[in-house]
């Protein structure tokens, strides 16, 4: 099906783990994104990617990774998970819409780190 | 970093009534986009403004992009239970403005508006 899915859906780990979620695009589009979602912050920017290969960071990076090596998949690694990271996540890709650029946003991860 | 103010934090209304909301910024911002988020799902667009001054329509939803472009507001218009959710506002920044992308959007932290039928 073509769109934007994320995976998994929802995940519990502990702290200290290592935890990557997934993202993948069928549409081929350059920009990518990852958000997380807390209560009384809205959304906010951890990493975006201009292109395959091409990274960087957003409004709150710390303590995550991401990588680009396909143009269709932007996986976001948390290294050493903390309570702290708890969060709903969002990846998003942006495309032409209309005349000018809209971002898709998948379904969303609920992490909860114990 | 940039910050958007928007308000109302929550509403409650009967199905029928209008409903506002707006965000406001100490900075200019370029463009304007509001979003719907469904319980379980990722944001949704709605409208999005990229002129000052500018009113843009769709179906029941009308948004202003403030003519200072510091400011943009939602209106609904006889309000339906499946209005339901958190309605975000999001602007990008004029000095991240890329001549293309809406990338390095900054969110408001949304209205949760309930509908009692």
């Known amino acids: 099906d073509a769109g934007i899915t994320q995976s998994p859906r929802y995940k519990i780990t502990e702290t200290g783990r290592q935890v990557t979620l997934m993202c993948h695009q069928t549409?081929?589009?350059?920009?990518m994104f990852w958000y997380r979602q807390d209560l009384g912050h809205g959304l906010r920017l951890i990493y975006y990617s201009a292109a395959a290969d091409i990274t960087d960071k957003g409004e709150v990076p710390d303590g995550y990774v991401v990588s680009r090596s396909k143009t269709e998949n932007f996986p976001l690694t948390l290294e050493s998970a903390t309570r702290s990271q708890t969060s709903v996540y969002f990846c998003a890709s942006e495309g032409p819409a209309g005349g000018s650029y809209e971002q898709y946003f998948g379904p969303g991860t609920r992490l909860t780190v114990t | 970093g940039q910050q958007l103010n928007q308000s109302p934090q929550s509403m409650f209304i009967q199905e029928g009534e209008d409903v506002s909301m707006n965000c406001t910024s100490s900075?200019?911002?370029?463009?304007w986009l509001w979003y719907k988020q469904d319980p379980g799902e990722g944001p949704v667009l709605l409208i999005a403004l990229y002129k000052a001054g500018e009113l843009t329509s769709n179906g029941r939803l009308t948004a202003q992009f403030g003519i200072t472009r510091k400011d943009s507001f939602l209106n609904i218009s006889a309000s339906i239970p499946s209005d339901v959710g958190i309605y975000f506002c999001?602007?990008?920044?004029?000095?991240?403005?890329?001549?293309?992308?809406?990338?390095?959007?900054?969110f408001g932290k949304g209205t949760l508006l309930t509908v009692n039928p």
């Open positions: 900075s200019i911002f370029n463009t």
């Open positions: 999001a602007g990008q920044p004029l000095s991240f403005y890329s001549g293309g992308s809406n990338y390095k959007l900054t």
């Open positions: 549409w081929s589009h350059s920009y």
